[in-house]
T-cell receptor
Framework: GAVVSQHPSRVICKSGTSVKIECRSL??????MFWYRQFPKQSLMLMAT?????????EQGVEKDKFLINHASLTLSTLTVTSAHPEDSSFYIC???????????????????FGEGSRLTVL | AQSVTQLGSHVSVSEGALVLLRCNYSSSVPPYLFWYVQYPNQGLQLLLK??????LVKGINGFEAEFKKSETSFHLTKPSAHMSDAAEYFCAVTGSFQKLVFGTGTRLLVSP
């Protein structure tokens, strides 16, 4: 299988503090990871695309200085919410795409594998 | 650019009844389409995907979806609903396996 793990699953912090969320691909290498934000009873909104070894690409309207993304290795991407405020409270979900290997053929169709999500509550 | 529209934010069915969740897409390139399920406070689990092979796609838990280009649709169905099917379902589209664009979701309610 392809497992993506997020940590922590839940975090409560005080306003003004920074929070780091980790996204790990446990049994595959991920060249690309995506970070989504989901508001209550709403769809997932793509925040940024993270490629290993390069700067993340942020979607329009997402503050890159507010949401720091680091993709340090082929199995780990981190999202840091800096100086968190109550309006940053949300459900953050990461997804990862398997590294495409030559000759993978139909075994790799670009499927994304999602983490379990991290619920951030800022008091 | 791609987009998906999910008709109906809530769908209610009785246990054992047919499940039909609607998804229409818009894409400037041949699309790849996905259905995901989300249980409360959890991430997304892939139900099935269309990647330009067979137009009728079978997924997990008895779900299937049919890609209809003429109708730009990719509706999700299941012949007989189970209580455990109650969840939020998201349709998603991508043209290049780069960015997934999600619909607004449909909450499936299953009554005994």
């Amino acid at each position: 299988g392809a497992v993506v793990s997020q940590h922590p699953s839940r975090v409560i912090c005080k306003s003004g503090t920074s929070v780091k969320i980790e996204c790990r691909s446990l049994d595959f290498q991920a060249t690309t990871m995506f970070w989504y934000r989901q508001f209550p009873k709403q769809s997932l909104m793509l925040m940024a695309t993270s490629n290993e070894g390069s700067k993340a690409t942020y979607e329009q309207g997402v503050e890159k200085d507010k949401f720091l993304i680091n993709h340090a290795s082929l199995t780990l991407s981190t999202l840091t919410v800096t100086s968190a405020h109550p309006e940053d409270s949300s459900f953050y979900i990461c997804s990862a795409r398997k590294r495409i290997h030559p000759g993978a053929g139909l075994s790799n169709t670009g499927e994304l594998f999602f983490g379990e999500g991290s619920r951030l509550t800022v008091l | 650019a791609q987009s998906v529209t999910q008709l109906g934010s809530h769908v209610s069915v009785s246990e054992g009844a047919l499940v039909l969740l609607r998804c229409n897409y818009s894409s400037s390139v041949p699309p790849y389409l996905f259905w995901y399920v989300q249980y409360p406070n959890q991430g997304l689990q892939l139900l099935l995907k269309y990647t330009s092979a067979a137009t009728l796609v079978k997924g997990i838990n008895g779900f299937e979806a049919e890609f209809k280009k003429s109708e730009t649709s990719f509706h999700l169905t299941k012949p007989s609903a189970h209580m455990s099917d109650a969840a939020e379902y998201f349709c998603a589209v991508t043209g290049s396996f780069q960015k997934l664009v999600f619909g607004t979701g449909t909450r499936l309610l299953v009554s005994p």
